[in-house]
């Protein structure tokens, strides 16, 4: 098939072919979804095949406000709240999900992640279509995750019918998970939203260690992840990172400015100054380097405010720390 790309020209198309079981890919503020009726078996089948993801990696629903909770999962007092100081945003939570969501969405759980995305083009598209949408991040599994249409269609030209070109992903790293299925809450995903943002609402809150996980509770925790192509690892400090390049062919380092510029003469990639700025060029600078390094060199992101960027670190170089 050939894959069509636009923007808001190609909602009611996109929305017609979600009706009909099909999948398309959207813009969210943190990445590009790959988007199935979330109540179609069938539709989210698709999903699995497309992205060669393993069908016990369950799925986040998106859903275009409070009024469509109830339809996918238990709407908790402390959910809503949540929902209602967090949302739309980047917070995806774990609830006790509903029998009308189809069970390939998470297989092995009688639970299932909700997120109400800020993008007005995702959202448009959910209300136009009427559904709620099962939707992983738009890249094969295992790859770099999409903050584009263009990092989109490098992973599905003609393996999908349709992306709706939202430009580039305000975000860039993926949602924050909270498990309120617990007694006490649970942090199984870092993102934009911290934990100490959380507290207002949840006096307690565990930061699960996601290094060892059996069963997969949410999305990302139990197989490698936001892989480049190319070998890559994180450097211990700065001693280690100029010893792997000197050792590395076609080597990079990357890293937030002021770590970068310590590198004279070598080949460097900024993330930015701030924190905001490195999470959200991280997913696209590692495909940058992948096209143009054979191997690359992360900056190890120390500190409470870091928890997110190092859990895709993490996930990208395998745990491998030189």
Do not use: W
């Not at 997969?216 to 690892?233: I, Q, R, S």
């Amino acid at each position: 098939m050939k894959t069509k790309i636009g923007g808001k020209e190609l909602i009611d198309k996109a929305a017609k072919l979600l009706k009909n079981d099909e999948i398309v890919a959207f813009p969210t503020e943190t990445v590009y979804g790959l988007g199935a009726n979330a109540f179609s078996d069938i539709a989210v089948s698709k999903i699995f095949k497309a992205k060669g993801r393993p069908q016990d990696n369950p799925l986040i629903i998106h859903i275009a406000g409070l009024k469509m909770l109830e339809s996918v999962a238990e709407a908790t007092p402390e959910a809503v709240q949540l929902f209602k100081l967090f949302a739309p945003g980047p917070l995806t939570l774990i609830l006790k999900k509903s029998e009308r969501v189809a069970k390939s969405v998470s297989p092995l759980l009688d639970t299932v992640g909700i997120r109400i995305p800020n993008h007005k083009l995702a959202l448009e598209l959910i209300e136009k279509s009427g559904l709620p949408l099962a939707a992983p991040s738009a890249n094969l599994s295992s790859r770099v995750s999409a903050t584009s249409a263009k990092h989109v269609l490098a992973d599905f030209d003609s393996l999908i019918p349709l992306i709706i070109d939202g430009g580039e992903c305000e975000v860039g790293i993926e949602s924050t998970i909270i498990d309120l299925t617990k007694d006490i809450p649970v942090l199984l995903r870092p993102g934009r939203i911290k934990p100490s943002d959380l507290l207002e609402v949840l006096p307690k809150l565990r930061i699960k260690d996601t290094d060892q996980v059996l069963i997969a509770e949410a999305p990302g925790m139990k197989y490698k992840h936001y892989a480049p192509l190319v070998e890559c690892v994180m450097a211990q400090d700065i001693k280690s990172a100029l010893k792997a390049y000197d050792k590395a062919l076609n080597p990079v380092i990357i890293g937030r400015k002021n770590y970068v510029n310590q590198f004279d003469g070598k080949a460097v990639i900024s993330l930015g100054q701030s924190l905001d700025e490195a999470e959200k060029k991280y997913f696209s600078t590692l495909r940058e380097a992948e096209t143009k390094y054979s191997y690359i060199i992360l900056e190890n992101f120390e500190g409470e405010e870091t928890l997110a960027i190092m859990n895709r670190i993490k996930k990208s170089t395998g745990g491998k720390i030189v």
